[in-house]
């Protein structure tokens, strides 16, 4: 059995002062259910919260509940955000995702969830939400629009699908990153997420495809350098060949014989061993 619900993850768009997603911000539920186990059986049990790209312009379904089932495999409860997308801004997305965590770590004891072994993964534009909110989870008007308190908000681990990192228009993918901005010109430093990396960061996994000519590798390489420098633990994997939004990289996600890559496709593996042998 699982507990699959939507919940309503929106917060107040017009405090803020940005418009609202064009459909509801929803938290997709992939509960395992513990309930007629044994007491002394349990064992608490993984998180990810899986954030989908699309350039904030929409959310991919094949980067969304394909990616919860595996990690409901390995035996972790998953949650999908569905976040704001343009004409929506930021920080509607990023606050949507704080509030999202708090979520997790709320239900966690009557529900199995290990507090200390919260992860979020992200995808492209679903990548740069994510190491946003590694970056930016303390900034005040996060913590006042997703109404959390400072460390609420702040998952164990960040797991990086050829992550949207950089505003630099030499390496961005620009339609992700003006979609952010969302025409706020005071915004745009923030969206080059590697220039606030600090030793607060959460510690990451991260993957990319040398090959991917819409989001450059550069990107995750940067981010990579800037955890380095601040001395953030991370695992790093780039793969020679593959287009981007490979997703599970198998005909299970591909849209196309392109996007089955067998090389890449045990990210999702080395994934798991990296939250199983996780250390704070």
Same mark, same amino acid.
């Given at each position: 059995?699982?507990?699959?619900?939507?919940?309503?993850?929106?917060?107040?768009?017009?405090?803020?002062?940005?418009?609202?997603?064009?459909?509801?911000?929803?938290?997709?539920?992939?509960?395992?259910?513990?309930?007629?186990?044994?007491?002394?059986? &349990?064992?608490?049990?993984?998180?990810?919260?899986?954030? /989908?790209?699309?350039?904030?312009?929409?959310?991919?379904?094949?980067? =969304?509940?394909?990616?919860?089932?595996?990690?409901? =495999?390995?035996?972790?409860?998953?949650?999908?955000?569905?976040?704001?997308?343009? /004409?929506? @801004?930021?920080?509607?997305?990023?606050?949507?995702?704080? &509030?999202?965590?708090?979520?997790?770590?709320?239900?966690?004891?009557? +529900?199995?969830?290990?507090?200390?072994?919260?992860?979020?993964?992200?995808? @492209?534009?679903?990548?740069?939400?994510?190491? %946003?909110?590694?970056?930016?989870?303390?900034?005040?008007?996060?913590?006042?629009?997703? *109404?959390?308190?400072?460390?609420?908000?702040?998952?164990?681990?960040?797991?990086?699908?050829? /992550?949207?990192?950089?505003? *630099?228009?030499?390496?961005?993918?620009?339609?992700?990153?003006?979609?952010?901005?969302?025409?706020?010109?005071?915004?745009?430093?923030?969206?080059?997420?590697?220039?606030?990396?600090? *030793?607060?960061?959460?510690?990451?996994?991260?993957?990319?495809?040398? @090959?991917?000519?819409?989001?450059?590798?550069? +990107?995750?390489?940067?981010?990579?350098?800037?955890?380095?420098?601040?001395?953030?633990?991370?695992?790093?994997?780039?793969? /020679?060949?593959?287009?981007?939004?490979? %997703?599970?990289?198998?005909?299970?996600?591909?849209?196309?014989?392109?996007?089955?890559?067998?090389?890449?496709? +045990?990210?999702?593996?080395?994934?798991?061993?990296?939250?199983?042998?996780?250390?704070?």
């Amino acid at each position: 059995m699982m507990i699959n619900k939507k919940i309503d993850i929106s917060v107040d768009y017009a405090a803020m002062g940005v418009q609202p997603s064009p459909r509801q911000t929803t938290l997709t539920t992939y509960i395992l259910d513990d309930r007629n186990i044994q007491i002394s059986m &349990k064992k608490k049990r993984p998180v990810v919260i899986v954030c /989908p790209g699309g350039a904030y312009a929409f959310t991919s379904e094949r980067e =969304a509940e394909p990616i919860a089932l595996k990690y409901n =495999a390995a035996g972790f409860h998953a949650f999908v955000l569905d976040y704001s997308v343009a /004409p929506s @801004s930021y920080p509607a997305a990023l606050c949507e995702l704080s &509030k999202a965590v708090k979520y997790v770590k709320d239900i966690a004891e009557e +529900n199995n969830i290990d507090r200390d072994r919260i992860f979020v993964v992200g995808f @492209s534009a679903g990548g740069h939400l994510v190491a %946003s909110l590694g970056v930016h989870h303390s900034r005040p008007e996060v913590l006042k629009f997703a *109404d959390v308190t400072e460390g609420e908000n702040i998952p164990a681990g960040l797991i990086l699908g050829y /992550p949207v990192i950089t505003g *630099d228009e030499t390496k961005a993918h620009m339609g992700s990153i003006d979609n952010f901005v969302g025409g706020k010109e005071e915004v745009r430093p923030l969206s080059y997420l590697e220039n606030y990396v600090t *030793d607060k960061t959460p510690q990451c996994f991260i993957w990319h495809t040398f @090959s991917d000519n819409a989001v450059p590798v550069a +990107n995750s390489l940067r981010f990579a350098d800037a955890l380095e420098a601040s001395g953030v633990k991370f695992e790093l994997h780039i793969y /020679p060949n593959g287009e981007h939004g490979l %997703s599970l990289a198998d005909e299970t996600t591909a849209t196309n014989e392109e996007g089955c890559v067998s090389a890449a496709q +045990n990210w999702i593996d080395m994934s798991i061993r990296w939250i199983n042998e996780f250390e704070q």
